[in-house]
């Protein structure tokens, strides 16, 4: 059974910091990751889609990476701003490409 | 140009009442998704369809019923509303065939239906 894991469950930075998200799952077998933010009380916002033959993916100061035989993926965050605090979410997607497994997320809170 | 759209937004009932919840998505995906983010903003697959068709179905209880009208609609009937449905229900979708497109199977969501049962 796949279990996505989301470490640390909150972290607070000061502004301009470069930060690291980490997303750990039990089973390589894997379609893709994918990273969303969300913020209170609205939905989720795609952030990046690495697919299982991926290693990595850019996105402005974001970057992700994928190490499917460690089962981890990596969210980088270059300089971090206010605007950046959320709730970071990580979703494994298996079986036939049909079913997501979440993480718990990291809810980042990034101080001015 | 909403994505993907739910209605409503906002939902407050008794228990015992029957409700739906409306999805559209205007992405031209073939696969929507429900989701359930609960108290502890756990978010928890529901349904799967693909093209029409009924592909997961999480061992939700059978008072939950999907509807998928066409693929740009994914419709969410509960019945006999119990306290413990209060929750926030997402609709989703993706495109599960690649054509060469890097961004298949990303998934996209919609803003989220607030369901309060009282």
């Known amino acids: 059974k796949q279990e996505v894991t989301q470490i640390p469950a909150a972290l607070s930075v000061p502004e301009g910091e470069n930060l690291v998200l980490n997303c750990s799952f039990t089973d390589s077998a894997i379609y893709n990751l994918q990273w969303f933010r969300q913020d209170p009380g609205k939905g989720l916002t795609s952030l990046l889609l690495?697919?299982?033959?991926?290693r990595e993916q850019t996105s402005g100061r974001l970057n992700a990476s994928l190490d499917k035989s460690s089962g981890r993926s990596t969210l980088y965050i270059a300089a971090s701003q206010p605007g950046d605090s959320a709730t970071y979410l990580c979703?494994?997607?298996?079986?036939?490409?049909?079913?997501?497994?979440f993480g718990a997320g990291t809810r980042l809170f990034v101080k001015a | 140009d909403t994505a993907v759209s739910q209605t409503p937004k906002y939902l407050v009932t008794q228990m015992g009442n029957d409700k739906s919840i409306k999805c559209e998505q205007n992405l031209g995906h073939d696969t929507m998704y429900w989701y359930k983010q609960d108290s502890k903003k756990f978010l928890k697959i529901m349904f799967s369809?693909?093209?029409?068709?009924?592909?997961i179905n999480e061992t939700v209880p059978n008072r939950f019923s999907p509807k998928s009208p066409d693929k740009a609609h994914l419709n969410l009937h509960i019945n006999s509303l119990e306290l413990g449905d209060s929750a926030v229900y997402f609709c989703?979708?993706?495109?599960?065939?690649?054509?060469?497109?890097?961004?298949?199977?990303?998934?996209?969501f919609g803003p989220g239906t607030r369901l309060t049962v009282l």
């Open positions: 369809y693909n093209n029409k068709e009924l592909i």
């Open positions: 979703a494994v997607k298996i079986t036939g490409g049909f079913k997501t497994i």
């Open positions: 690495i697919q299982s033959s991926q």
């Open positions: 989703a979708s993706s495109s599960a065939t690649s054509g060469g497109h890097p961004s298949y199977n990303e998934q996209f």
